[in-house]
């Protein structure tokens, strides 16, 4: 391969990484998610659109950046847009119905349809929940409730990650991680969004230019009414009896879910946390990007 500069190696590790998931990125996007090199955007659509070296390996079709000869992926990044605008709405008020349940904190939208590359209208909407202290798995157990409602309508929720404000840090740091929690959408929780990506700051050599979120929609924490009701329930759930009920849904969870563990689970299990990532889909996206790189004759970004 030709030598790229910083900027044009990072362009290029940006598409090949968003390939895998057959995402065609805007120009926004791409500047937002940008793998390893700070760049501001005037700097970066010049390197877009002006340099030689760079146009052997990438294009540019109506609004979107992709390696060239993937054309293919476009018609489906269309269709995907498409079918995560028609879930957006779903998702803005199924994420405000669960902030206000007692003990939330914060909700996040994660997942393909953060990217707004949800595969169709019926695709699942994947939550982050920040529970209070001590409060995780009951909180989980609520939340379960509001899924089963929201089948009886037709929507899969997955609030597949649970975790409780004083557990914001991850200890995965790889680009996987990285970039899940760049591309999340605060959904209610403003404040405690912006804690939990100071308190992974580490993020930013990976994705410099992600400093906050790309997509907004709009604050759906709980006000008034909602708020007084939600503080009713949490006193009402406080004390002997709520410490009763986390403890039983704790170790009931932990006996079922012990026999989907495996050696490459990425599932995290404990009093702070419920991540049921049992296929460890991080480890196959890595390997899916590495072997990418590869292809490309690229490294790793030195971070």
Known sequence: M??????????????????????PLTEAELHHFLIGCAADLPTLRAALYGSARLARYIEHCDEFWLLRGRGAAL?????????????????????????HLPFVRM?????????????????????????????????RLLAVLVVRLAQLRGVQLC????LSETALSQTQQDIYMAHELAQMIP??????YRAMRLQNSWTRAFLPNAQGALYQLGEGAPRGLGRALQRLAERLLS???????ERFEYRRKVRKFAALHTPHSAAQLDSERVKGHFDDH????????????RAYALAEPDL
């Open 107 to 139: 909700v996040a939208l994660t997942g393909a349809l953060a990217m707004h590359n949800a595969r169709h209208a019926h695709d699942d909407i994947d939550f982050l929940i920040v529970t209070a202290p001590n409060r995780v798995w009951l909180t």
């Open 2 to 23: 030709e030598s790229l500069t910083p900027l044009e190696s990072a362009i290029l590790r940006t598409l090949l990484y968003a390939d895998i998931f057959n995402c």
């Open 187 to 192: 959904l209610a929780g403003e404040a405690l």
């Open 75 to 99: 018609p489906a990044r269309l269709s995907r847009r498409a079918a995560s605008q028609a879930l957006l709405p779903r998702a803005r008020f199924y994420g405000k119905l669960l902030a």
């Open 282 to 293: 991080g480890a196959q996206i890595r390997a899916a990007y590495a072997r990418n790189l």
């Open 239 to 245: 004390g002997k009896l709520g410490d009763w009920l």
């Open 159 to 162: 609030p597949n990650y649970v």
